[in-house]
């Protein structure tokens, strides 16, 4: 019968020294601490995409429901959030689908949606009935007030309406 396992001298032993663990050690953790910062600026990277998609999703959503009902309707970016809005005596302002809730007359503070973390921005932007998109700083004047004749970036420039289509944009 063939020996399985032979007996290894105790003066010709194999392995490796402890300098060359400690070398794929110090590798293995600088590997990893790359891999996590990484993947930390990807994921954020990521977050702030969404929330700006979300912000261009909710002005179309306005966009289309003044081309489809024949009313004015908008946002209001107040600071660090943002609320829907039906123009008219009175204006009234909506929740977005997907956030309603049981209130009979909801108010502004009632449907706003926060901003991406560090980004403010305050005006009015609301369409008519072609989708096109009118601007004001601090109030909602529509009979006062004429398309946009040029491209308004909301959003700290990262989103953009163009002037007479109301194509709303990344920028």
Request: aromatic content about 12%; proline content about 5%.
């Amino acid at each position: 019968m063939t020996r399985l396992f032979k007996k290894i001298d105790a003066g010709n032993s194999f392995g490796f020294t402890m300098i060359e663990i400690i070398s794929v050690l110090i590798i293995l953790g600088m590997f990893s601490a790359y891999v996590a910062k990484t993947s930390m600026t990807m994921v954020d990277t990521a977050k702030e995409i969404s929330e700006l998609n979300q912000v261009k999703t909710h002005l179309k959503y306005a966009q289309g429901k003044a081309m489809n009902t024949g009313a004015l309707w908008g946002i209001h970016f107040s600071g660090d959030s943002y609320a829907l809005f039906r123009y008219g005596p009175p204006t009234v302002f909506r929740f977005f689908p997907g956030m309603e809730k049981p209130l009979a007359a909801p108010t502004e503070n009632d449907c706003k949606i926060p901003l991406p973390t560090g980004i403010t921005y305050t005006r009015y932007i609301w369409f008519d009935i072609w989708g096109r998109a009118y601007e004001h700083e601090t109030t909602l004047t529509p009979a006062t007030a004429s398309p946009i004749s040029a491209n308004i970036e909301i959003v700290s420039d990262k989103l953009t309406i163009e002037a007479n289509t109301g194509y709303i944009h990344d920028t």
